[in-house]
């Protein structure tokens, strides 16, 4: 035990010789500890005190404006052999690039303060969690990590006595676009991240460490580590279900995590619990079944969109003790984001808003808030053990083509609708807004390693004794040919859930189709909602010469990872496809 402890010493002991700081911090995770940093924060303008009437203990922070999201092109996965990379990732030699980032790090904290934050990803007690210790030189990156994790004591207690962690080294830097890399070495269990404060590029715990990190230590030992939700559905008669989505990020993870259900399913009794809004660790039971945990303790989440309309809990959740980032102020200092009522004064760059410089709040502007404060948060988020999943849902942005649902009628099939996802990009990473790229379970840019090899991981699930979960493909973005939203999502999107469930249960039988199962007539509960009927019609359609169009863009795709790609999955391409031509 001693050892372990003398690891991580040895290692905080050669990157402060390399980076030189002037202090070191060993972060304790109190909450004196976070008012203390607040404080200093607030001296140094890194934060602006919000009106504290209307919400008391928030605070903004704006970023560089060159620094506003992940760079995925400034992001590598740093195996030995470059094969295991796949051309899913930009991959570096790890020699190579130790020495590239490490010539950054030297010295690059004199004169400033070195954190040091061990950290626990997952209840602290539970046998999923995995630990981490974050060092960097960036106070707002201590206080997202104390709300996003479980932070201190208790995870350096965890540390000393399991032995083995994830190091993670973070500078801010200068800030400067042309010296930022962030870079993963899965071998060495070790993260180095140069440049930026964004979340996911600095927050070292969330998708460097629990999904490129975690995704190949999940390879390694049998489980999943994945960029889901994880949501409990309650139903009147007080049995709970929890399913587990994949959408790519800014496509409605956290309002669907949050939903609230229509009048009439809040009449007869249902209720939705909160368990995770972005990461899922999922690993076989003893039952066979696939038990999950949220490895993260708060929402990083988009304010732009977020409303008393699109999702009341995520407000009421951040009306309090919430870090904003780039988002913009009313007269009396409030915050704002386009979609709220009100009216911006200041702009997510502190100028004084001016709809020629665009929204006034950045489209991929934050909040930072712990899921305690979420009215909905599940008691069953702390189990040690994890939930059981009984569905798995996969989606994307697909504004024509794919059904509001279909059910995978086994699960290579089921894998393969994850394989083939695809959505229309977001302002969440950098580059082109509206672009549909492939997009395989949402993990294109945080799966740390080769894809065919991932996806003969996700099939390899499927063994004797398994009782895996259905499988499932959403699209809530499907539009007409007014170019409007055809299905109203948000709370509306618990009609779709209950129906996944029946099927579940057995409960209905949906219809059969070439591409999988979807709703029979009469199977989605519609009441209270205006649809009209041939709106309905449109959201179920299965247009056969655009499927064969897009089964062919799928085995294209797919063979991009040749010769990982598991045949089994192209053979699945091959029955789809198969089953089309015979339906034509
Ligand atoms: O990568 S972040 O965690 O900052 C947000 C996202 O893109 O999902
Ligand atoms: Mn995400």
Redesign the pocket.
Known sequence: MASSLEALQHWVNNVAALTRPARIHWCDGSDAEYQTLVQQMLQTGTLIELNQQTHPGCYLHRSHPSDV??VEHLTFVCHPDEQDAGPNNHWMDPAEAHAKIDALFDGCMEGRTMYVIPYCMGPIDSPLARCGVEITDSPYVVANMKIMTRMGAAAQARIEHEGSFVKGLHSAGELDPERRWIMHFPAELSIKSYGSG????A?LG??CHALRIASNQARQEGWLAE?MLIVGIENPRGETYYVAAAF???CG?TNLSMLIPPASYLQDGWKVWTVGD?ICWMRPGADGRLYAINPEAGF?G?APGTSDATNPNALRSISHDTIFTNVALTADNQPWWEGLPGTPVTDWQGRPYDAANGPAAHP?S?FTVSAKQCPTWSDMAEEAQGVPISAIVFGGRRPSLLPLVMEARDWTHGVLMGAAMGSET?A??TGAVGVLRRDSMAMK??CGYHYGDYFAHWLSLDRPGAKLPKVFHVNWFRKGKDGKFLWPGFGDNLRVLEWMIDRVQERVDGAETPIGILPADGELRLDGLELHPAQLDELLDVDNAGWQTELAAIGDYLQTFTPRLPERLLREQQRVTRALDEAD
């Open positions: 999201a992940r964004y979340g996911g590029n927050l969330k998708k960029h790519p990020s800014a993870k972005d990083f988009v991929n934050r977001t969440a990473a840019p945080f």
